[in-house]
């Protein structure tokens, strides 16, 4: 149910130009609410409260859910607090445990990715300074320092 309604907003994202399709992902979004609403009323009641409110996941499907209420029945223009419900494909990372090795494995990289995102960082600096000493007076995206990184950037390992 998750994943049908992350293609759901996805399409409802690419289409969103199209005033023909507004009935249709109207009547889509109110079914997704209903069975959303649904869920988190079972899973309110399976966990006895306590243990559902002690979950962050849970927190953030309360949320999502209560936007999307308000969204369906109120005339305020919620359309960018109705972005939390694309976080609901997030919901996947807990119920898949091949995804959550991944995630963990990604976190466990952090401190080295920080490391090689510095040095990218010197390496860029260091090219973009002589980019503006040798091109600076010819060519006009490497007069200043900041748009030579956004020039130099791409370019740099290629």
Same mark, same amino acid.
């Given at each position: 149910?998750?994943?049908?309604?992350?293609?759901?907003?996805?399409?409802?994202? +690419?289409?969103?130009?199209?005033?023909?399709?507004?009935?249709?992902?109207?009547?889509?979004?109110?079914?997704?609410?209903?069975?959303?609403?649904? +869920?988190?009323?079972?899973?309110?009641?399976?966990?006895?409260?306590?243990?559902?409110?002690?979950?962050?996941?849970?927190?953030?499907?309360?949320?999502?859910?209560?936007?999307?209420?308000?969204?369906?029945?109120?005339?305020?223009?919620?359309?960018?607090?109705?972005?939390?419900?694309?976080?609901?494909?997030?919901?996947? %990372?807990?119920?898949?445990?091949?995804?959550?090795?991944?995630?963990?494995?990604?976190?466990?990289?952090?401190?080295?990715?920080?490391?090689?995102?510095?040095?990218?960082?010197?390496?860029?600096?260091?090219?973009?300074?002589?980019?503006?000493?040798?091109?600076?007076?010819? +060519?006009?995206?490497?007069?200043?320092?900041?748009?030579?990184?956004?020039?130099?950037?791409?370019? %740099?390992?290629?």
């Amino acid at each position: 149910m998750v994943m049908a309604f992350f293609i759901v907003d996805v399409v409802q994202t +690419e289409w969103q130009s199209s005033t023909n399709s507004d009935d249709i992902f109207n009547a889509l979004d109110v079914c997704f609410t209903c069975a959303f609403t649904l +869920e988190l009323a079972l899973n309110m009641y399976g966990n006895w409260f306590w243990n559902f409110f002690v979950d962050g996941w849970n927190m953030v499907d309360l949320f999502s859910v209560a936007v999307s209420i308000l969204a369906l029945f109120s005339n305020l223009d919620l359309s960018s607090m109705r972005l939390i419900r694309a976080f609901r494909v997030l919901r996947l %990372i807990k119920r898949v445990t091949s995804l959550r090795i991944i995630i963990n494995s990604m976190a466990a990289s952090l401190p080295a990715l920080s490391g090689a995102s510095i040095l990218f960082f010197l390496l860029t600096a260091t090219f973009s300074i002589m980019a503006v000493n040798f091109f600076g007076t010819r +060519e006009p995206t490497l007069r200043d320092f900041s748009s030579s990184m956004f020039t130099v950037s791409p370019r %740099i390992f290629i």
